[in-house]
């Protein structure tokens, strides 16, 4: 009997409770990335930090006129991999990338 009633007020107290689904230091931030292909095509995209960069490919093959999955994304040596955020790679507000084409 107190364990039914201890899981009920438990449920009444999660319930009751607001909690906050983005703190404020986590706020969505628009970023602007550059993709430069060297060949005298320089496309600037404006996206969220949370987006993936599947979702980048997507916005730069709007712009450029290709097929997004022909677009390969380098820094440096590094293949940026589709499924990856633009967060977990720690790309940033202005950051210039490789735009390649497959």
Known sequence: ???????????LSIINKTIPLVESSQ???M???VCNDRLG???RVKCNSEDTIGDLKKLIA???GTRFDKI?????YTI???HVTLGDYEIHDGMNLELYYQ
């Open 27 to 29: 706020k969505l931030k």
């Open 31 to 33: 970023i602007e990335v």
């Open 1 to 11: 009997m107190f364990l039914r009633w201890l899981i009920g007020s438990l449920k």
């Open 80 to 82: 940026f991999k589709d």
């Open 72 to 76: 390969v994304l380098k820094k440096w």
């Open 62 to 64: 709007a712009q450029t």
């Open 41 to 43: 095509k320089k496309v």
